[in-house]
């Protein structure tokens, strides 16, 4: 990656799995009945032919990650598990009553949090409560994310009884001073082992997810993990950037900024990694993924039918996502609505029969058209406008802002549209950061995101 480039475009970026981003939401002006409102519209436009897609967030950990992002509860008493079950089984059912109708069900994902720190009854429980009384899409998808360390065979074969066939590996990295900083423990027999039983069982597709960019990481310690990681051959890889956000997640003081690479020595474990992927036969999807020639991402990818939303990208797109747990994030097209961030909070508005949605955002004119460009961008790698058919004066300044991007090489930009290049795909953040009207009316005055490299 061009040094000049790699400092130049090193700000603090959003990773735009929304549009607006979160810190961009008008929640003044957001209320419940909007919410559902949109909700509603967007169900009886899109249910019975497309479907809909269910997000559950289980948000239970053993031990904490120090890397990790994501809205948590650390606890070794699993006697939490019913009690948490039966809220997520009642607020669907709020949604439910809302919907009015029977809901096709396209997608379903359990994400976490570790899904595999329910116990195999639970988690049928879970899903029969999700799925009785709905319709099944024939082209439906039920993927899981897990802890090689804790899930069984049991967990593997009730979950595939249930439907699903897409697995979800955290792997991160198989260093082991990178797993000790990290407090991220896998072997990579543990690895091989829930790979092979989950091939055995019949599952279609397993992914991994792989860290560059974490504290110890080195360009010399990072192939030894791609190594390994091929000789398992998952059928997808998502190779994220490690996303420093300490005054969010304090967790991750538990190491400090000298412990991590620096923005060159970040950038080359990218393109150190990119390329030991390519070399191994994946194809690149989007921002951060890679999948073998044969998987629907690829194919959406060739086909423009790439979809991408808070639950990552999928090949196939669904205009209504429900996200149900603690701090689950929904999205209706037309507006976003995030659950109650603390557990207990999340349970009392569900044992007060309130749905435990707690802030949001009603999509503009503005936001939609914005919107729709931006997902473009981060899914296809290029977009077109129509000045006549998208009166639009926020998205006009942000093709000006384009300009420089396209001098630097990131984009072909045309009159009609643009086109990333292949040396604008490591910059896909910055680029859509230029259509972003609303951060650019209102610059943050505190880092609000990780940085884009």
């Given at each position: 990656?061009?040094?000049?480039?790699?400092?130049?475009?090193?700000?603090?970026?959003?990773?735009?799995?929304?549009?607006?981003?979160?810190?961009?939401?008008?929640?003044?002006?957001?209320?419940?009945?909007?919410?559902?409102?949109?909700?509603?519209?967007?169900?009886?436009?899109?249910?019975?032919?497309?479907?809909?897609?269910?997000?559950?967030?289980?948000?239970?950990?053993?031990?904490?990650?120090?890397?990790?992002g994501c809205n948590t509860r650390i606890t070794k008493n699993h006697n939490v598990e019913e009690p948490y079950i039966h809220a997520v089984l009642k607020e669907w059912q709020m949604y439910r009553a809302i919907m009015g109708d029977t809901p096709v069900i396209r997608e379903l994902h359990l994400?976490?949090?570790?899904?595999?720190?329910?116990?195999?009854?639970?988690?049928?429980?879970?899903?029969?409560?999700?799925?009785?009384?709905?319709?099944?899409?024939?082209?439906?998808?039920f993927s899981f994310e897990a802890h090689p360390s804790n899930t069984t065979e049991e967990h593997l074969q009730t979950l595939f009884d249930l439907g699903f066939r897409r697995l979800s590996l955290g792997i991160q990295d198989f260093d082991p001073a990178v797993q000790l900083i990290i407090n991220r423990y896998q072997t990579l027999e543990q690895v091989r082992n829930v790979t092979y039983l989950a091939r055995k069982i019949g599952y279609t597709s397993i992914n991994y997810d792989l860290i560059y960019g974490l504290p110890l990481q080195t360009i010399n310690s990072l192939p030894k993990t791609m190594h390994l990681v091929s000789e398992l051959v998952p059928?997808?890889?998502?190779?994220?950037?490690?996303?420093?956000?300490?005054?969010?997640?304090?967790?991750?003081?538990?190491?400090?900024?000298?412990?991590?690479?620096?923005?060159?020595?970040?950038?080359?474990?990218?393109?150190?990694?990119?390329?030991?992927?390519?070399?191994?036969?994946y194809i690149e999807v989007g921002m951060d993924h890679f999948a073998l020639p044969n998987d629907?991402?690829?194919?959406?990818?060739?086909?423009?039918?790439?979809?991408?939303?808070?639950?990552?990208?999928?090949?196939?797109?669904?205009?209504?996502?429900?996200?149900?747990?603690?701090?689950?994030?929904?999205?209706?097209?037309?507006?976003?609505?995030?659950?109650?961030?603390?557990?207990?909070?999340y349970i009392n508005d569900i044992e007060l029969g309130e749905l435990p949605v707690f802030k949001g955002h009603i999509l503009t004119h503005d936001d939609l058209i914005i919107r729709k460009h931006i997902l473009n961008i981060m899914c296809t790698g290029?977009?077109?406008?129509?000045?006549?058919?998208?009166?639009?004066?926020?998205?006009?300044?942000?093709?000006?802002?384009l300009e420089p991007l396209a001098q630097d090489g990131l984009?072909?930009?045309?009159?009609?549209?643009?086109?990333?290049?292949?040396?604008?795909?490591?910059?896909?953040?910055?680029?859509?950061?230029?259509?972003?009207?609303?951060?650019?009316?209102?610059?943050?005055?505190?880092?609000?995101?990780?940085?884009a490299i």
């Open positions: 990656m061009d040094k000049h480039l790699t400092e130049k475009y090193n700000v603090a970026a959003p990773r735009y799995t929304s549009y607006p981003t979160m810190p961009y939401w008008d929640t003044d002006s957001f209320s419940n009945r909007q919410w559902l409102r949109s909700v509603k519209a967007s169900f009886y436009e899109t249910n019975v032919e497309n479907g809909i897609s269910l997000y559950v967030h289980l948000p239970f950990c053993e031990s904490l990650c120090t890397y990790c994400g976490g949090g570790t899904p595999t720190f329910f116990s195999p009854y639970y988690l049928q429980k879970l899903i029969a409560g999700l799925l009785d009384w709905v319709n099944i899409h024939p082209k439906a998808e059928d997808r890889i998502a190779f994220y950037s490690y996303a420093h956000v300490p005054w969010i997640k304090p967790g991750q003081r538990k190491f400090t900024e000298a412990d991590l690479p620096d923005a060159p020595t970040k950038a080359k474990l990218y393109e150190i990694g990119r390329s030991l992927l390519k070399n191994h036969g629907e991402l690829v194919t959406a990818g060739l086909e423009g039918t790439l979809h991408r939303n808070f639950m990552g990208y999928t090949h196939q797109h669904t205009q209504l996502m429900i996200g149900l747990g603690v701090s689950a994030i929904s999205d209706s097209w037309y507006g976003f609505a995030q659950n109650q961030k603390k557990l207990e909070d290029q977009t077109t406008w129509n000045h006549h058919a998208e009166p639009c004066e926020a998205l006009f300044t942000g093709i000006e802002r984009i072909d930009l045309f009159s009609w549209g643009l086109k990333v290049t292949e040396t604008g795909k490591r910059f896909l953040r910055n680029i859509c950061m230029a259509l972003d009207a609303r951060l650019w009316s209102n610059k943050p005055t505190t880092q609000l995101f990780s940085m």
